[in-house]
């Protein structure tokens, strides 16, 4: 059963950084792709960054030259760098791996940023 796990989540007061991780476990040989999702209150969830085994990477407008995502393919595991936050960028970030058969979402973890 694939597992995803997530951590780095916090409290940052405006302008700070954090850095989200998420493994991945558990009967994976092969993924497409690894990302970062978010849900604000109210909100629906949207995409915040995605990274594809080749390396190819995507990002929300919001985030672009803010956000960085990496990713380990042989730890299966990916990275979001999030710098020069802002109190919008508060939400729940769930880390989402895609691969050829499935899709995975790990449990979440908060992100609060305070003015």
């Known amino acids: 059963q694939v597992r995803l796990v997530e951590s780095g989540g916090g409290l940052v007061q405006a302008g700070g950084s954090l850095r989200l991780s998420c493994a991945a476990s558990?009967?994976?040989?092969?993924?497409?792709?690894m990302g970062w999702y978010r849900q604000a209150p109210g909100k629906q969830r949207e995409l915040v960054a995605t990274?594809?085994?080749?390396?190819?990477?995507n990002y929300l407008d919001s985030v672009k030259g803010r956000f960085t995502i990496s990713g380990d393919n042989a730890k299966k595991t990916v990275y979001l760098q999030m710098d020069s936050l802002k109190p919008e960028d508060t939400a729940v970030y769930y880390c989402?791996?895609?691969?050829?058969?499935?899709?995975?979402w790990g449990q979440g973890t908060q992100v609060t940023v305070s003015s």
């Open positions: 989402k791996l895609t691969a050829p058969l499935f899709v995975s």
């Open positions: 558990g009967g994976i040989f092969s993924f497409n792709a």
């Open positions: 990274i594809t085994s080749a390396g190819l990477t």
